[in-house]
């Protein structure tokens, strides 16, 4: 059996990928692929994972976990999404660190079914801004008590994404930009499903759906059923030129505007992180999606 891990971040997701397959729960199903609903396994995933401690389960328990989550007989591929499976807002800058608890909890997680294969999906964002929206969510905070002891400039993904690898070696960690995810979508969808490129899902252009006009959506759709791309990349460029004349400029413009907060510290952080996603592409152990 394999096991995957939707771990978000923090918001590059609200919800958009498990709901994108659920509603291909049945398609998905006849190929063994099972994606249970949130209600069902996010509660009893938690409680688990505090009673292991870490430890890997027995096979007793891993039968009490897949017959909480689960009803089908034939399972192949479990799907389990969640952008609190790492911590909660509130916690992704502790102490100085960008998400110092993600290499425990991924071990923790592939920990609950050992012995199968474990898979980590993830969106990264720029740090830029990440950071507002993260401050956006967590109520009762101000930025200083938010950020504690971490400057703007250590917020860096390549140390998390190699604490991820060391804790859960040999496992499969596919990553991709959120930036880039209106243009990827489908691939991250059927890489998380574990389907190939002609399978259907109509959650296909919901990321789009957020960002362009119902107008221009729906010219894309027509355009898409009148001309299918041969291929990924030259649906990826159908796209681009449709984002270019119907794209909603404020969903695509996020202000950022924090105490101390320049635009040549957005500059510099958007740089660092352009090198850290270079760097994090050519990890051993990373699989990055990419237009």
């Known amino acids: 059996m394999q096991v995957v891990y939707h771990l978000g971040a923090h918001s590059t997701d609200e919800e958009r990928l ?56 034939h399972v192949e591929r479990l799907v389990f999404s969640n952008e609190l499976f790492i911590c909660i807002p509130q916690k992704a800058i502790t102490e100085g660190a ?95 499903a574990g389907v190939g490129p002609d399978f259907a899902l109509a959650a296909d252009t919901d990321v789009l759906a957020t960002i362009m006009t119902e107008d221009g959506l729906k010219r894309l759709d027509s355009y898409l059923a009148s001309h299918p791309p041969a291929n990924v990349d030259q649906r990826r460029k159908i796209v681009s030129a449709f984002l270019s004349k119907f794209a909603k400029p404020e969903e695509l413009e996020v202000e950022v505007a924090l105490p101390g907060w320049t635009e040549d510290l957005v500059e510099e952080i958007t740089e660092a992180y352009d090198h850290d996603v270079a760097e994090i592409a050519a990890m051993p152990g990373v699989r990055f999606l990419a237009p």
Not at 24 to 43: C, E, F, H, T, W
Not at 158 to 183: F, H
């Open 18 to 73: 498990v709901r994108g397959l659920l509603r291909a729960k049945g398609p998905l199903a006849a190929q063994g692929v099972i994606v249970p609903g949130p209600g069902r396994y996010r509660p009893v995933l938690r409680e688990t994972m505090i009673k292991l401690k870490g430890a890997p389960a027995s096979r007793e328990v891993q039968e009490v976990l897949l017959d909480a989550v689960v009803d089908a007989d």
């Open 98 to 192: 960008f998400y110092p608890m993600a290499a425990r909890k991924v071990a923790a997680m592939s920990n609950l079914f050992p012995d199968d294969e474990c898979e980590f999906h993830m969106a990264l964002r720029n740090p830029a801004t990440l950071i507002p929206a993260l401050l956006g969510r967590v109520k009762g905070l101000s930025y200083e008590e938010f950020m504690g002891s971490a400057e703007p400039m250590q917020i860096r993904w390549a140390p998390v994404v190699q604490r991820i690898l060391a804790a859960a070696p040999g496992r499969t960690l596919t990553l991709w930009c959120n930036e880039d995810t209106p243009l990827i979508w489908p691939e991250v969808l059927r890489s998380v």
